[in-house]
Antibody, heavy 115, light 107 residues
């Protein structure tokens, strides 16, 4: 069964680093790309970055200096790390296969940045 | 970066009517334009990919058209369950980008 599941802390303090994990099942990370998308509360979707099937990464221009995406293919996991968090980074973070129909979207993880 | 402009921002609809939502790109994205639906408190789901390709499990009343910079998502016979926010996304050039969304509400 194809599934994407995000996990990570629900609360992060300002200026700290956010670490999220996307655990995938039912397909191989070496065959499909995985994307991170976030949604500030009550706002629209923002494309954050991509872990391509071949290991290449791409990032949102506005987040590039703070964002890093990596993976562990043996564990079927994709990681997101973003530093220097501020309150406007509060929102729901999704991993998704975007146009790979079978992959769909994870349920999302809510992250609150607050002291 | 490619900017996607969706219009209208909000559309008031009556069940049964045919509607069209617009997505315009700041530069050509060929047919690398995809549509997603997001219902309240749910994850988005893919509705149409590559401008006009249908997705398994999506009702046939949803269709897409366009290429280059102008794209349209049509719903032929809106149903109450379609009251959601619709986003377009381009996958032609990195970084990929989303439009701001169109919200469908009941008239």
């Amino acid at each position: 069964q194809v599934q994407l599941t995000e996990s990570g802390p629900g609360l992060v303090h300002p200026s700290e680093t956010l670490s999220l994990t996307c655990t995938v099942s039912g397909f191989s990370l070496t065959g499909y790309s995985v994307y991170w998308v976030r949604q500030p509360s009550g706002k629209g979707l923002e494309w954050m970055g991509r872990m391509r099937y071949n290991g290449d990464t791409s990032y949102n221009s506005a987040l590039k200096s703070r964002l890093s995406i990596s993976r562990d293919t043996s564990k079927n996991q994709v990681f997101l790390k973003m530093n220097s968090l501020q309150t406007d980074d509060t929102g729901t973070y999704y991993c998704t296969g975007l146009t790979t129909e079978a992959m769909g979207w994870g349920q999302g993880v809510m992250v609150t940045v607050s002291s | 970066d490619v900017v996607l402009t969706q219009s209208p921002a909000t559309l008031s609809v009556t069940p049964g009517e045919r509607i069209s939502l617009s997505c315009r790109a700041s530069e050509s994205v060929d047919t690398y334009l995809h549509w997603y639906q997001q219902k309240p408190n749910e994850s988005p789901r893919l509705l149409i990919k590559y401008a006009s390709q249908s997705i398994s499990g999506i009702p046939s009343r949803f269709s897409g058209s366009g290429s280059g910079t102008d794209f349209t998502l049509s719903i032929n016979g809106v149903e109450l369950e379609d009251l959601s926010i619709y986003y377009c996304q381009q996958g032609n050039s990195l970084p990929y980008t989303f439009g701001a969304g169109t919200k469908l509400e009941l008239k």
